[in-house]
């Protein structure tokens, strides 16, 4: 073998090319297919990046129209998955109800044997559009309701918020969820996006790559901060509560959820930012008092992370609060993520398809030799 190199948790590691996204962390730049993020988050629509992470280009107007209705209308759900949802324990979470049912989505696909890049990319908006209606209703599926069917008259972020929370949202309040989505949408290589790399590397199909995807945004380092955030803000109560309660946790080495990057360590992630203007905007135009309280907490939280850990807030720590103030279901925060996320992911599994090398590295062995079974 070669000369041995060992990072562990693969940290700082090359582990493959893409021409999909960068994080830039010297310029504070997220790019997207040449794109920043940012921008793509202040000046277009999800849709749009949907176009340009499968697709490979910004999409004009009358190509959004076109993608926008073509997604509605592949957004309906097949009845088996509902009824798959109803005979699970209803204690289950949320994230493994859902990657049950994006494994069984692969069964409902005609083209699923079909491994390539075009397939993939059928397939692959079929995921996107379904995966918003099966996250909007996991929630109703498990209380015993009936889920709500998407509405191809509505806009797709307009959709996605009414099947979530039963009720239109105003049009700012889709704005900022529509730009939550853009946030989420794609980040170069996270564990999930490695983890559908992985599996697409065996030729595995789109189905069963973004399957693994939802597996490993589940864990609380990654897609489960969101909602852990939310349950320390709501725990802490008020801004003497909530510099309390971390101050007790890293009393006890405890880590903060929403809090640290991998990759931008000791900055602030740029979504973050963004996310936190949103809220601000957000909770300043509705004169929101709770909003506005769950901000201040937010803020007095981030100095004190800053002062005592030089640590900066990630995406997940601005989201949780934003997706509060739009009356979205705790339990769905990750989901969304999710559900956001399968632009970015189904745009990798498409790429590694058309570039394979499959992934097979090596270990160092640690453990014991020469041990005889009898
Ligand atoms: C959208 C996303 O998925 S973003 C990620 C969401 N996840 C979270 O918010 C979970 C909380 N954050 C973390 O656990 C980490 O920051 C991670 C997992 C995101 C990145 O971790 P790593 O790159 O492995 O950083 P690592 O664990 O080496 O941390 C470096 C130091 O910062 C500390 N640290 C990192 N994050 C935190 C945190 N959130 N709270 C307290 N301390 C922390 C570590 O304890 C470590 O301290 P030490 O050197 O004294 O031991
Ligand atoms: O990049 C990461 O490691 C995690 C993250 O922020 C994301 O997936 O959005």
């Given at each position: 073998m070669a000369e041995e190199v060992y990072r562990p948790g693969l940290e700082?590691?090359?582990a493959t090319e893409t021409a999909i996204s960068f994080l830039d962390v010297e310029r504070e730049e997220i790019v997207v297919r040449g794109y920043n993020l940012l921008d793509l988050a202040r000046e277009r629509t999800y849709v749009d990046v949907v176009g340009l992470l499968i697709d490979g280009r910004l999409p004009d107007d009358q190509e959004r129209a076109v993608l926008e209705r073509r997604l509605l209308a592949a957004a309906e759900v097949p009845a088996q998955i509902w009824e798959i949802l109803r005979l699970l324990?209803?204690?289950?979470h949320a994230m493994d109800r859902l990657r049950t049912a994006i494994s069984t989505l692969g069964g409902f696909d005609?083209?699923?044997?079909?491994?390539d890049p075009e397939q993939d990319r059928e397939s692959g908006l079929r995921i996107v559009a379904q995966a918003a209606t099966i996250v909007a209703n996991l929630v109703r599926v498990r209380e015993g309701q009936q889920p709500l069917a998407p509405d191809p008259s509505r806009s797709f972020p307009a959709n996605f918020l009414w099947m979530i929370t039963g009720r239109d949202g105003s049009p700012a309040e889709v704005r900022v969820f529509d730009q939550a989505l853009i946030a989420y949408s794609e980040h170069e290589l996270p564990n999930s996006t490695f983890a559908a790399r992985v599996i697409a590397s065996?030729?595995?199909?789109v189905y069963g790559a973004l399957t693994g995807a939802v597996a490993s945004l589940k864990g609380p380092l990654h897609g489960g901060a969101n909602e852990a955030v939310m349950a320390m803000l709501l725990e802490a109560g008020d801004e003497e509560g909530i510099e309390r309660w971390i101050r007790e946790r890293l009393a006890r080495k405890e880590r903060i959820m929403g809090f640290g990057h991998r990759v931008y360590m000791r900055r602030m992630d740029p979504r973050a930012q963004l996310l936190k203007e949103t809220l601000t905007r957000l909770v300043a135009e509705r004169g929101d008092a709770e909003g506005q309280k769950l901000l201040r907490m937010c803020e007095r939280a981030e100095r004190l992370m800053h002062a005592e850990k030089g640590l900066y807030p990630n995406l997940d720590y601005y989201a949780a609060p934003v997706f509060y103030v739009l009356g979205i279901?705790?339990?769905?925060y990750t989901p969304i993520f999710f559900a956001a996320r399968t632009a970015g992911l189904v745009a990798h599994v498409v790429e590694q398809h058309a570039h394979n090398r499959l992934f097979r590295p090596r270990v160092r062995y640690t453990g014991p030799r020469g041990l005889k079974p009898a």
């Open positions: 700082g590691v090359i324990p209803p204690r289950m005609p083209g699923v044997e079909r491994v065996t030729l595995a199909d279901p705790i339990e769905l």
